[in-house]
């Protein structure tokens, strides 16, 4: 299974269009240090990719790799849907930048279809366009593409009930808002987690890290007190949704404990000292074994 990482960055981005902060300031100033929203491709069958979730930045993301791109026939694309990891802005607006094609695939839980639908309105929005089908994924795996000798599994690990700001009010009770992916090759045999977004590290996540050969986590903030000490909110990293990399409960000390495969950070707000690879925390993640997933980097699992 071939993986392309399409982007890194939290929601915002780096730089981020409002924000004069040192690391959004540093990301204007030094274009290689620009990060997309966080986002994955992957491939199922030869010339056939998804993505994991959709961005803001998509159009770009897609323009930036010639393997998704169209043709040879004037409107073929080896996309072939998006896989959903939450109903979060920055994981689902890209959806509507996806209007003029036949159809989008949208493969999520159910909970999170219902937040883009009911929430967002994006079925209703985007109907005289293009139309929605979902494909529900849960714990159980299911066969991606498997008339075209497709050889990915997909499965979803819940990983928290947190749930977008726009949906707060929505009549919805599922325990499937965040989900973690699973995405297993049975030709190789080889299996990748991608969770850029985990609350708390609970024991199907810990499960899911131990049997993974590569894992793709939350790597929003660096520490607990981060959101407050940038002004940015009076809520701590796991307030926020967010388990910070360090610290006694960090996902680090999780990580060096439980994975055995190959570990990368992504998801990274811009107040993340992570975002400098000259970075002091860098060279301490590094000393862990640990790293920042690269932008436009290749995994083949
Ligand atoms: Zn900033």
């Not at 966080?38 to 491939?43: I, N």
């Not at 996309?79 to 509507?96: P, Q, R, S």
Request: aromatic fraction near 4%; hydrophobic fraction near 40%; proline fraction near 8%.
């Amino acid at each position: 299974m071939r993986l392309r990482v399409l982007g890194t960055a939290a929601g915002g981005g780096l730089p981020q269009w409002n924000c004069a902060c040192p690391g959004c300031a540093g990301a204007r100033a030094h274009p290689e240090l620009r990060r997309r929203h966080a986002s994955l491709a992957f491939k199922t069958s030869p010339g056939r990719w998804y993505l994991v979730n959709a961005t803001p930045d998509l159009g770009e993301q897609i323009e930036a790799h010639p393997e998704l791109h169209p043709g040879p026939a004037r409107r073929h694309t080896p996309l072939a849907g998006v896989v959903l990891t939450d109903a979060e802005l920055d994981h689902t607006l890209g959806i509507a930048r996806l209007r003029e094609g036949e159809a989008v695939e949208i493969w999520s839980s159910p909970t999170t279809y219902r937040a883009v639908t009911d929430g967002l309105g994006l079925d209703r929005v985007l109907s005289p366009y293009t139309e929605l089908r979902h494909r529900p994924i849960g714990p159980r795996p299911v066969r991606m593409d498997p008339d075209l000798a497709g050889t990915v599994d997909v499965s979803a690990v819940p990983v928290s009930s947190k749930r977008p700001r726009y949906a707060r009010t929505l009549d919805l009770d599922g325990q499937d808002w965040v989900v973690a992916l699973r995405l297993h090759d049975t030709a190789t045999g080889r299996t990748l987690l991608y969770a850029p977004s985990v609350a708390a590290w609970t024991p199907a996540l810990g499960d899911a890290v131990a049997e993974a050969d590569c894992v793709i986590l939350d790597g929003t903030f660096w520490d607990e007190d981060e959101p407050g000490r940038n002004g940015m909110s009076p809520a701590t990293s796991t307030g926020m949704g967010h388990l910070p990399v360090t610290g006694a409960d960090g996902s680090a000390v999780r990580l060096a404990r439980s994975a055995r495969g190959s570990v990368y950070y992504t998801h990274l707000n811009n107040t993340n000292p992570l975002n400098d690879p000259a970075s002091e925390e860098n060279r301490v993640l590094a000393e862990a074994g640990l790293h920042v997933a690269a932008e436009g980097m290749v995994i083949d699992l």
